[in-house]
């Protein structure tokens, strides 16, 4: 129901397949206004300059990211285990290599903007921070708890398996056995489970 | 001894620097040699397109990153044991966000270019390729062996929490135990000893 969204949620969702098709480098306010098939001067409308449009898609994806990992928890029907959870990540894996490339290689861009820019970095962090934070809880609801740390090193984790799947030379994916993501996706769930403690606030609000 | 170093080594490294300080978009010829301090048109005569100098950076990293691996397994002492692997990790990983992070970003940069460049790519395989074998065959002699997805997964990881360390705000990072890489190395190790095996030629050579 693209029709029904806003415009600068429209802009947004452009700037996404803009960014995973041409690169930060190629993002600027024309190829925006051809994505989204608006009249040239649309996306300097709503974002003056270069640096607010990217902040702005990084508030998008952090607002659809936040939205569905509340969706996730509040719809986890009762009498979910490891094994669910286990293989809900393995599909969020899967995801990110297929259906979902442009959002992870947008997300991918930011994260390097949010090294030089304060307002992709705020919300990059709120994208980290609930990714982490379900990860937590999930985990907690059927009864395996891990650590924010660990939560943390699971987004981390899959972030530079998921980059490493889209990067690499096939012959290579291949020799480092990266042409299964499942196997990845377990042992990735193993290392959170297995990290050490850290005292943070998501530590507190899982227990 | 930068001056006994020839001018196409000395581009890259500014490239690498350029990379690093204003990302692909802040990559261009002119840029690069303001930063060697040659002439203008110098980079330009070296590698006449933007891919080719990309293509440079991606070459001159791999080859770095493969002599330092070549290096660092002939100069292993006998009688190390798994300990002072597990330190050549912490203390990669802490270089990765502090005297290596214009390299470390450089590198995460070609990674976003691998997916459209093919020369790019091919070079930031043989990075992976390197990366991977190394701690496999690191692994092997300490009597502590890893498959060659472990090797995998241990590069992707380091990618993936370097990255998460270098971009997300200070407040997140504390907040998932991501202010001490310490931690967060020896779960990567931990995930690496763990790992599933794969059937690839690493393995074979490794064993």
Redesign the interface.
């Known amino acids: 129901m693209p029709q029904r969204r806003n415009r600068r949620a429209q802009l947004a969702d452009a700037a996404v397949e803009v960014l995973a098709r ?4 190629g993002l600027t306010h024309r190829a925006v206004d051809r994505e989204a098939g608006f009249p040239e001067g649309t996306t300097k409308n709503y974002h003056a300059t270069r640096e607010s449009l990217l902040a702005a898609v990084a508030r998008q994806l952090a607002d659809q990211h936040t939205a569905a990992m509340h969706r996730l928890r509040e719809q986890m029907p009762d009498g979910l285990g490891q094994a669910d959870v286990q293989a809900l990540y393995l599909a969020m894996l899967r995801r990110m290599v297929t259906s979902a490339r442009s959002q992870f ?1 947008a997300l ?2 930011l ?6 820019n304060p307002q992709v ?2 919300a ?2 709120e994208v ?2 609930a990714g ?1 934070d379900s990860a937590v809880q999930l985990h907690a609801a059927v009864g395996e708890p891990i ?7 699971l ?7 998921a ?2 799947m ?4 096939e ?2 994916v ?5 042409d299964d993501p499942d ?2 996706g ?3 769930l ?2 959170a489970a ?9 530590r507190g609000r899982a227990s």
């Not at 041409?22 to 480098?25: I, V």
């Not at 994260?111 to 030089?116: I, P």
């Open positions: 041409d690169g930060g480098r290689l991918f861009e994260h390097l903007e949010a090294v030089r970095r705020t990059i962090g980290a921070l982490a650590s924010a740390r660990g939560g943390g090193l987004e981390a984790g899959m972030l530079g398996v980059m490493s889209l990067s690499l030379p012959d290579v291949g020799r480092i056995g990266f196997p990845l377990r042992s990735l193993g290392m297995a990290a050490e403690p850290a005292d943070g606030l998501l």
